[in-house]
Nanobody, 128 residues
Framework: QLQFVESGGGLVQPGGSLTLSCAAS????????IGWFRQAPGAKREGVSC????????VYADSVQGRFTASRDSAKNMVYLHMNSLKPEDTAVYYC?????????????????????WGQGIQVTVSS
């Protein structure tokens, strides 16, 4: 069974950058689309980005478009979320996920139940 271990979160000042990593084990990620989600206190978990199973399509939420970049490395069985120009409103617990979700602009945003495997979540705090 696919399992993720997330790393790379922490405290960063507004305008700063962080890169989140998810290391997968138990199965190859090649069979799955990848999703990145976040959940702020008191809010629902929301989709941040998705990468198609083949890696040729990446979709972003409007709130992070142009600032975040999601990527996957099949050789290392890892996925990444590079976050630039961070804002206080980006503060949340971030999750990577894998599933059979069809990642495309016209079906955005994804639902949580469209992903089967989840990382443990990692805190990102943007504050001065």
């Amino acid at each position: 069974q696919l399992q993720f271990v997330e790393s790379g979160g922490g405290l960063v000042q507004p305008g700063g950058s962080l890169t989140l990593s998810c290391a997968a084990s138990g199965s190859t990620l090649d069979y799955y689309a990848i999703g990145w989600f976040r959940q702020a206190p008191g809010a629902k978990r929301e989709g941040v980005s998705c990468i198609s199973m083949t890696g040729d399509i990446t979709v972003y939420a409007d709130s992070v478009q142009g600032r975040f970049t999601a990527s996957r490395d099949s050789a290392k069985n890892m996925v990444y979320l590079h976050m630039n120009s961070l804002k206080p409103e980006d503060t949340a617990v971030y999750y990577c996920a894998a599933g059979s979700y069809f990642c495309a602009e016209h079906v955005w945003p994804p639902r949580v139940d469209e992903f089967d495997y989840w990382g443990q979540g990692i805190q990102v705090t943007v504050s001065s």
